[in-house]
C-alpha cells in the first residue's frame, strides 16, 4: 500500500515542488510584512513613549521636590527656634511652673513647625540631648520620637549632621515609613543638641506618583543602597534590588533616554532620573509586551494572516495543479519506458510544451523500434561470425603433431591405432570446423572431449587417466559447443608437472534447475591467494576467475607468483619450487618418464614429462575467458565460470548453464 502510493507520488514531484515553493515563498512574505509592520509599531512606540513618559517623570520629580520644599521649610523652622533650642537642652528644672512654661512654649514652635507641612499628612517630632522629647503625631499613627531615636536611622544621621536625609523605617507591626532626619546644630560652635524627625506614612509618600502608574506602567523610588522606599509594586517595597539599581545608575552616569531590559522574567522599557534632594532615583517601568499588546491587537492580525495565507495557497494549489497535470500524465507514460514497455505512445494533449514534448516522445519510440530491431539482427551475424572464426582456429601444430604420431605409428605397424586417431581427429574436426551451430547435446560435447582425450593418450601416452560421471538424464540437455575442452587441455599440459601423473573427472548433473558441469583434477594445483592477488580474480568466491587465463600464465615460485608472457589458457606451472619459462620452438617436453612414453612419437618431440609451458601450443585458441563470455552472452549474467584450486590438492572448474532441452 505504501509502496503503491509512494509511486503515485513520485509522478507529482514538480507539482509538489512548486506548491512547497509557493507556499513558503506566501508564508515568507507574509511573516515578513507582519513582522515589519510590528517592528515599525514598536519603534513608534517607543519615540512616543520616550517623550511623554520623560514629561511624566519630570512631573513625579515636581511633586516630590515640592514635598521636600516643605520639609525643608520645616527643619528650618526648627532649626532656627530659640524655644525648641531651650527645651532640649535646659536641665530639668524644680519650678512646675517653669517647666510648665518651657512645654508650653516649646508645643507653640511645634504647632508653626507643623504648619508649614499642614498640606501632607505628616507628624514631626524632636529628641533633645537632655532627653526630652516630643511627638507631634495624630492618635499616635506614627511612631514616637523615642521609638525613632533607638533605631538605627539616627546613627545613620548624625554620619552625617550637616544634611537632610530620607530614610525607611520599618515598625514592629511592618508599617513602612520614610523618615527625613535632621541633626539640630548650634549655629556658632556646631555642638549637637537634638534629633528632628518628620514622618510619612509610605502610604501617604504614593500620591505623589500613583497618578501617572497603570497596569504595565510601574514606579518605583529607591535609594543609593539599593533599598525600594516606594514602590506601586507592593512586593517591592521595603526590597533591595542590586540589578534594578544597576541599570538606575546605569542610565543616569550614559546619559540614556530610554533602555530596554529584562526584569521579573518580563521585557521592560526603563527610564530614570536621579533626585538629589532626597538620594534616590526615580525608575519608572513600562511592560513592553502589554503595551505593544494594547496598541496591536496581535490574534486579529495572526488571523487575519492566516487567512490571506489559506486564500493564497488555495488559488495557488489550482493553477499549479492544471499546469502540471499534463507534464504528470506525460511522465507517467514515459516512465513505462524503464520496463521496456516501448510500445506505449502517449496521447499528445495539453500546453504548447506538452504537445511538443509528446510528439517527441513518440518519435522517439519509433527510432527506438528501428535502432533495436537492426542491433537485433546485427549481434546476430556478429555472434554467429564469432564462432564461426573461432571454429576456424585450429592450432597447426596440433595436426603436425597428430599426424606425424599417425606416420609413426603406421611405420611401426600399429595400424590399428593410427586407424583410430584419425578417426577420432576426423570426428573432432567434423565438429569443430563442419558443425556452425552454437549449442550441441551433453553426448555430443562428450564425443568431442573423448576424441580429444584419445588424441593426447596416443601423442603422450596414458599417464593422466580420465573419468566420466555424467547423470543418465543429462545426455540431451544443450551447452555451447567445445565449452569443456579448454579445460581438459588446460588439465593435460599444466596440472601435472610436478606430480607426473595422475586422474582428471568430468562430471556432468543437474542441480536445481541447473546444469551443472566440472572438470576437477589432483594435480599440482594454484595458490588461489597469489593468483588473486597477481589477477584479481575471485574463483574461490564464485565470480568468474578466467580473466588472466588468455593474458599468460600464472608461476608459483616457493610461493610467490608472478606473471608469464606466454600465449595460451596456462592456470599454473609448478616446477618442484622453482619454475622459469621455456622458450623453445616446437612442443619439446623434457623429463619424460620412460613408463609413460610411447613407441614412434619421438621424432621431433621428446618423451612426456614437465613440459615447459611456453613450448606448449595449445589446440583450439578458445581459452576460459571465451567459454565464460559464451556463456554469458547465450544464458545471462548469473551463468558461467568459476575456478577453485589448492597448491598440491588439485584444481576444480565449475560450468553453470541452464537447462535448455533439444528441440
Not at 14 to 32: A, G, H, N
Not at 93 to 122: C, E, F
Request: hydrophobic fraction near 40%; glycine fraction near 8%.
Amino acid at each position: 500500500m505504501m509502496r503503491a502510493r509512494f509511486e503515485r507520488l513520485k509522478f507529482h514531484g514538480l507539482f509538489i515542488k512548486l506548491f512547497v515553493v509557493m507556499v513558503i515563498c506566501i508564508v515568507t512574505i507574509t511573516v515578513s510584512v507582519v513582522w515589519t509592520n510590528l517592528r515599525m509599531t514598536e519603534q513608534l512606540f517607543l519615540e512616543t513613549f520616550s517623550i511623554t513618559n520623560s514629561k511624566v517623570i519630570d512631573q513625579i520629580h515636581n511633586n516630590f521636590e515640592a514635598f521636600h520644599y516643605s520639609i525643608v521649610l520645616a527643619a528650618n523652622q526648627a532649626q532656627q527656634s530659640g524655644t525648641l533650642k531651650t527645651f532640649l537642652t535646659e536641665a530639668e528644672a524644680p519650678q512646675s511652673i517653669r517647666v510648665m512654661n518651657s512645654y508650653y512654649n516649646m508645643t507653640q514652635q511645634m504647632k508653626r513647625v507643623q504648619s508649614m507641612v499642614d498640606a501632607y499628612s505628616v507628624g514631626v517630632a524632636i529628641v533633645g540631648k537632655n532627653g526630652r522629647s516630643y511627638s507631634g503625631n495624630v492618635n499616635l499613627a506614627k511612631p514616637s520620637a523615642l521609638e525613632l531615636e533607638r533605631s538605627e536611622l539616627t546613627a545613620k544621621a548624625k554620619a552625617h549632621p550637616d544634611k537632610l536625609m530620607y530614610q525607611l523605617y520599618r515598625d514592629a507591626s511592618g508599617r513602612q515609613f520614610i523618615v527625613a532626619t535632621k541633626v539640630l546644630l548650634e549655629r556658632t560652635t556646631g555642638q549637637e543638641y537634638g534629633m528632628l524627625y518628620i514622618v510619612i506614612d509610605e502610604n501617604d509618600f504614593k500620591p505623589f506618583y500613583t497618578s501617572f502608574t497603570s497596569e504595565g506602567n510601574d514606579v518605583v523610588i529607591m535609594d543609593k543602597s539599593g533599598t525600594v522606599m516606594t514602590s506601586n509594586i507592593p512586593d517591592l517595597t521595603g526590597r533591595r534590588s542590586v540589578e534594578l539599581l544597576s541599570y538606575a545608575e546605569e542610565i543616569e552616569e550614559q546619559g540614556l533616554v530610554l533602555k530596554k531590559v529584562t526584569l521579573m522574567g518580563k521585557d521592560q522599557l526603563m527610564l530614570a532620573q536621579y533626585l538629589p534632594s532626597y538620594d534616590f532615583y526615580l525608575i519608572n517601568m513600562i511592560d513592553q509586551q502589554m503595551v505593544l499588546g494594547q496598541m496591536v491587537n496581535t490574534r486579529s492580525v495572526v488571523l487575519i494572516c492566516l487567512a490571506i495565507v489559506l486564500v493564497a495557497l488555495v488559488v495557488v494549489f489550482l493553477i499549479s495543479r492544471k499546469m502540471t497535470r499534463s507534464l504528470t500524465l506525460l511522465a507517467r507514460q514515459m516512465s513505462k519506458v524503464t520496463r521496456r514497455n516501448f510500445h506505449n505512445y502517449v496521447n499528445v494533449s495539453g500546453g504548447y510544451e506538452i504537445r511538443e514534448l509528446g510528439r517527441a516522445y513518440n518519435y522517439m519510440l519509433d527510432e527506438i523500434h528501428e535502432y533495436v530491431d537492426k542491433l537485433v539482427e546485427t549481434q546476430k551475424g556478429q555472434r554467429k561470425a564469432e564462432l564461426a572464426a573461432l571454429q576456424q582456429q585450429i592450432n597447426p601444430h596440433f595436426l603436425y603433431n597428430t599426424l606425424a604420431s599417425v606416420k609413426f605409428l603406421v611405420q611401426q605397424g600399429s595400424k590399428d591405432k593410427a586407424v583410430e586417431t584419425i578417426h577420432a581427429l576426423i570426428s573432432l574436426l567434423q565438429n569443430t570446423i563442419s558443425n556452425v551451430s552454437e549449442t550441441i547435446t551433453v553426448e555430443q560435447e562428450l564425443a568431442n572431449l573423448r576424441a580429444y582425450v584419445f588424441i593426447n593418450h596416443i601423442r603422450y601416452g596414458e599417464r593422466i587417466r580420465v573419468n566420466y560421471y555424467v547423470a543418465p538424464d543429462c545426455a540431451h540437455y544443450q551447452v555451447p559447443k567445445l565449452m569443456i575442452q579448454p579445460f581438459m587441455e588446460n588439465a593435460f599440459f599444466h596440472a601435472f608437472n610436478v606430480k607426473g601423473e595422475g586422474v582428471i573427472h568430468v562430471l556432468v548433473a543437474k542441480e536445481g534447475p541447473r546444469l551443472v558441469c566440472e572438470v576437477a583434477d589432483n594435480g599440482d594445483g594454484m595458490d588461489m591467494a597469489a593468483f588473486d592477488l597477481e589477477h584479481g580474480t575471485a574463483g574461490r568466491s564464485g565470480r568468474p576467475a578466467y580473466e588472466a587465463a588468455d593474458a599468460g600464465a600464472v608461476e608459483v615460485v616457493a610461493g610467490s607468483v608472478r606473471a608469464g608472457t606466454d600465449a595460451g589458457n596456462a592456470w599454473a606451472n609448478v616446477v618442484a619450487g622453482s619454475a622459469r619459462a621455456g622458450t623453445e620452438a616446437g612442443n619439446t617436453r623434457a623429463g619424460a618418464k620412460a613408463d609413460n612414453a610411447q613407441a614412434g612419437a619421438g621424432a621431433g618431440s621428446a618423451q612426456a614429462g614437465a613440459k615447459s609451458r611456453s613450448s606448449r601450443q595449445l589446440f583450439s585458441g578458445i581459452g576460459v575467458a571465451n567459454v565464460n563470455d559464451r556463456i554469458r552472452l547465450l544464458f545471462g549474467e548469473e551463468y558461467g565460470v568459476t575456478i577453485t584450486s589448492k597448491l598440491g590438492e588439485g584444481t576444480r572448474v565449475r560450468m553453470t548453464l541452464p537447462l535448455i532441452e533439444t528441440k
